[in-house]
């Protein structure tokens, strides 16, 4: 909150990262704060989700343009990606479950630690835009 001019601030979380287009210089962040009527268009999609476990996914170019406005410019989003519903969790599922398959454990025993064999995994990146 903007204690001095009142205003209130409300962010989306999850997974998020910006491009510079003018120096190519990339932030990430699990905080994204947008412009009024940019981020209630992506919140109104947030908030129509069923599960804790889902997110939404999304692309957008926005940039500042001269506005006969108070502060001489607003700003403008252009999708660059259709806003759409996504599980990631699904989609490791979906992964993993065509790979091979990977042995259980062998159980404990109290003759001391057994030879397990090693398997190598792949980190595979999840969702954007979770709901808060």
Known sequence: MDKARGDVYRAL???FEARNVATGETFQS????????????LENGVKKLQT??????????IRAVTASSPAGYSYEAVNMLKPA????LTAIRQEIGAGPKV??????????PEEIEE????AVPVGKGKKK
Do not use: Q, W
Not at 119 to 122: A, I, N, P, T, Y
């Open 13 to 15: 979380t999850g997974n």
């Open 30 to 41: 699990s905080i994204l704060y947008l412009p009024g009527g940019i981020h209630e268009m």
């Open 52 to 61: 804790e476990f889902e997110s939404v996914r999304f692309a957008l170019d």
């Open 85 to 88: 519903v996504t599980d990631p």
């Open 103 to 112: 042995e259980a454990l062998p159980e404990s025993t109290d003759d001391g």
């Open 119 to 122: 398997h190598e995994v792949e």
